[in-house]
């Protein structure tokens, strides 16, 4: 039986943890691919400044046409800088959500050795731009982003079993069928009968899907019930 390919994606300043995710993160039927990224190593010692563009352009270049499903972060990676603020697991979610509306969507792992931390530096920042006179909606929008959005938080020592915990439980039968579909010559044309998706050659719908989850769950709805219709009396 072929696994289930699903890519998931960790932040942390320790290059160790790349190793440390390849031996300890195992999921029956699932073909893990790991995107490990260390903030530190867009840091300017000599400046004490972060290169952000070349952070976010890299981010761009790893991610792109890559459906993501997990997102594990560490919280402190990176203090404050010269000229941008601590680069940490909020931060991280921040510059990824205003790169796209998916990442609203996917889970998100936090893990820290003080998770008590954690929460009063969220709860002070939005406290702290609910005073400013400047951009009094912000820290609403801040608030409102996270509370929709699937966020868990953990210590450190508990990350791993939380990481196999999640991907576990994204083995989805949206994933099944999106991955069977991704077998098929990418250069074939999709004719279900749905406008959406008719004349779209499979690899440019799959490159659609990856980026909008809506879109994904409508097509494999289509595909379900097109195979119910032809493998049961409702087709007759």
């Not at 990176?78 to 979610?93: D, F, M, R, S, Y």
Request: aromatic letters at 8%.
């Amino acid at each position: 039986m072929n696994k289930i390919p699903l890519n998931y994606l960790v932040f942390d300043d320790e290059n160790e943890e790349l190793n440390q995710n390849k031996a300890k993160v195992k999921v029956n039927g699932v073909d893990l691919n790991l995107i490990f990224i260390n903030p530190v190593n867009f840091l300017d010692l000599d400046t004490n400044e972060f290169k952000i563009e070349e952070f976010v352009s890299f981010l761009d270049e790893e991610l792109k046409g890559k459906p993501i499903n997990l997102i594990a972060s560490d919280w402190n990676m990176v203090p404050k800088t010269v000229n941008h603020g601590a680069i940490n697991a909020l931060e991280i979610i921040k510059i990824l959500v205003s790169k796209h509306e998916k990442f609203k969507k996917i889970q998100y792992l936090i893990y820290s050795g003080k998770p008590k931390e954690v929460s009063e530096v969220i709860i002070t920042e939005i406290k702290s731009e609910l005073k400013s006179t400047e951009e009094p909606i912000y820290s609403k929008e801040l608030l409102s982003k996270l509370l929709e959005m699937k966020i868990k938080f953990c210590s450190r020592n508990q990350r791993f079993d939380e990481i196999n915990t999640l991907i576990n439980s994204s083995k989805t039968i949206s994933l099944i069928v999106l991955n069977s579909l991704g077998q098929f010559n990418r250069s074939v044309i999709s004719n279900t009968g749905n406008k959406d998706f008719d004349g779209k050659e499979i690899g440019n719908l799959l490159d659609l899907i990856s980026v909008n989850n809506d879109l994904g769950l409508k097509f494999v709805r289509e595909i379900i019930e097109l195979s119910i219709a032809h493998y049961s009396e409702i087709n007759e």
